[in-house]
């Protein structure tokens, strides 16, 4: 990442700060969501912004933590403000705070050092096991057959694994919660949008009442399959048309710089 190698005056030039102002200040006013804007300099060069919004966070983001919602407006930030040619400074941002510095790339992909190999003096020094007592170990460890005609004991139950516990209380069709009306319109004209176009659609950074909600607003909703896929906060409702169409041509974005920045 390019972006914490700049140095503070010269990257993005004297109005880089006002420039980052302008740009979060015009974006959370379009999404509805106003915030006062702490800005600070970092250790590593790059801008540490604190989001203290006024009228509560939107949702999936909570102070203090990193969401989707925080994470998807920081790679948008920078996206704006770099530009190919010039010099980079990254904007890190975090929701009631500044953010934790992340740690460099560089540091990050060192492997730690492998254990030594034992030398051959150490391998012929080792005694050697004693295999009688390890074959009777072995054949002891063994169940015992059953004796011909009885019948074998039931066998105990599975524990569940953790991952299977996980995936069945996922399962947000069965979460219990009020119904909102502006939001069943809303996902309604979507799913009708997907079907007819042809397209895929995605709510990510939703709570777990509000996926409920999805699931259930688009009961009945034909020419499209709508389900939760994921874990943790990466799971999200996705939208798949029966009969998906292509993209056109025209409308894929530019694939510029995309490996310069750490999403």
């Not at 105990?156 to 069965?174: L, N």
Request: hydrophobic residues 40%.
């Amino acid at each position: 990442m390019s972006g914490p190698q700049g140095t503070q005056a010269g990257a993005g030039g004297a109005d880089f700060r006002p420039r980052v102002e302008r740009l979060l200040t015009d974006i959370l006013g379009l999404m509805g969501f106003p915030a006062r804007l702490d800005l600070q300099d970092a250790a590593d060069g790059s801008l540490s912004v604190a989001l203290h919004f006024e009228s509560g966070p939107p949702p999936g983001v909570e102070p203090g933590k990193r969401s989707q919602v925080l994470d998807s407006l920081q790679f948008l930030l920078n996206k704006m403000l770099h530009r190919p040619g010039v010099e980079r400074r990254w904007v890190m941002l975090g929701a009631g705070g500044h953010p934790e510095p992340r740690p460099r790339r560089e540091a990050a992909q060192q492997a730690p050092a492998p254990a030594p190999a034992a030398t051959v003096a150490q391998v012929a020094a080792s005694p050697a096991p004693a295999q009688p007592a390890r074959a009777a170990q072995e054949k002891a460890a063994q169940p015992a057959r059953p004796a011909r005609g009885a019948q074998p004991a039931a066998q105990a139950p599975k524990a569940s694994t953790p991952q299977q516990a996980k995936g069945a209380e996922a399962d947000e069709r069965s979460v219990q919660c009020e119904e909102d009306a502006v939001l069943r319109e809303a996902v309604r004209k979507l799913a009708e949008k997907s079907a007819s176009l042809g397209r895929f659609y995605a709510f990510a950074a939703m709570k777990t009442e509000d996926r409920a909600r999805v699931l259930r607003a688009v009961e009945g909703v034909g020419g499209v399959k709508v389900a939760a896929e994921g874990e943790g906060r990466n799971r999200r409702v996705v939208f798949t048309p029966a009969k998906p169409a292509p993209m056109p041509k025209r409308s894929m974005l530019p694939d510029d710089d995309e490996d310069d920045v750490d999403a």
